[in-house]
């Protein structure tokens, strides 16, 4: 027998604005109701099997990270508190329960912000081709996991199906003027840096992540989507880092790991994922959770 999560929702009564990878938008009128899901993604493909309790802790960690993060860039939040949903919502409670939040509407840059600050994954691949990660240069003699000589902003396009794509500073303003690009960039880099001192203090490095930015109703700049979650990062566990070797990591790494033993194109349908790869990947991001929030809650006491 398979473990259940909640691959998509189906609030029927509710105008579904759209349906991501992960997250079911619905439209409230003045404001949005978004609902993470089980659902996982790797290689820009949604797998068939949800990872059960993920929605909740990609909420849980959301909502935390938004309250640390709020002096550097105002966010998208109105209330994740159910008690305060509309009548509408009424229904569906038991559903949303900690795995969803109403936010403001925003209208959303077409660019992924991402933040490096070490060489892992496909910047990895890239450098030992090309000495260089999403055409950034960097220096020679670099070694997996290495911390870069400096954070880097790569930012890309943005896939509803299909692959993201890494493009050029230059081609990000060309898309979305050279003023915000600029803005959105030094954003980026202010949130990664205050996320990964924080992170530190409770035993995580973050590798790499990415962030979402959108216009609000009056045009300000807000922070929109998920933050830092194992779902949009890569964490590791900084007690057994050691550049060279594969860290061990508290993010969709194990999951693109088995993927990458298959004999798998990368692209739909998905390969049915085994119970050990379904408990192993909820497992690692229950662990960033508890590393990054438990230990925080203990701190205040």
Aim: glycine fraction near 6%; charged fraction near 25%; aromatic fraction near 8%.
């Amino acid at each position: 027998m398979r473990t259940q999560g909640l691959h998509t929702t189906n609030f029927t009564n509710l105008p579904l604005w759209r349906r991501g990878k992960v997250r079911d938008v619905y439209d409230l009128g003045t404001s949005l109701l978004i609902v993470a899901t089980d659902r996982i993604s790797a290689y820009d493909v949604v797998m068939n099997d949800p990872i059960p309790g993920k929605g909740a802790m990609l909420t849980q960690l959301s909502l935390w990270w938004f309250e640390q993060l709020a002096d550097v860039v105002p966010n998208h939040l109105i209330t994740a508190n159910v008690n305060e949903y509309p009548e509408v919502c009424k229904p569906y409670l038991e559903e949303l329960q900690g795995r969803s939040m109403i936010v403001k509407k925003a209208a959303p840059f077409p660019v992924e912000c991402v933040a490096r600050g070490y060489l892992a994954g496909s910047g990895w691949k890239e450098y030992q081709v090309n000495q260089s990660v999403c055409n950034v240069p960097l220096p020679g003699g670099l070694h997996r996991a290495d911390k870069l000589p400096e954070t880097i902003f790569t930012p890309a396009t943005k896939a509803e199906e299909g692959h993201d794509e890494n493009i050029s500073f230059d081609v990000a303003a060309g898309i979305i003027g050279e003023e915000i690009a600029t803005r959105l960039r030094e954003l980026t880099l202010a949130l990664y840096t205050r996320g990964s001192e924080i992170a530190a203090r409770h035993g995580i490095i973050i590798a790499d992540t990415k962030f979402e930015f959108g216009r609000d109703s009056d045009g300000s700049i807000i922070l929109i989507d998920e933050v830092l979650t194992p779902d949009s990062s890569r964490f590791w566990l900084a007690s057994e880092y050691n550049p060279g070797t594969e860290p061990v990591n508290f993010d969709k790494q194990y999951l693109r790991d088995w993927l990458e033993s298959l004999d798998w194109d990368k692209t739909p349908p998905p390969p049915q994922l085994p119970l050990d790869v379904i408990s192993g990947t909820a497992e690692r991001y229950s662990e960033a959770v508890r590393m990054l929030m438990e230990v925080e809650e203990l701190s205040r006491n």
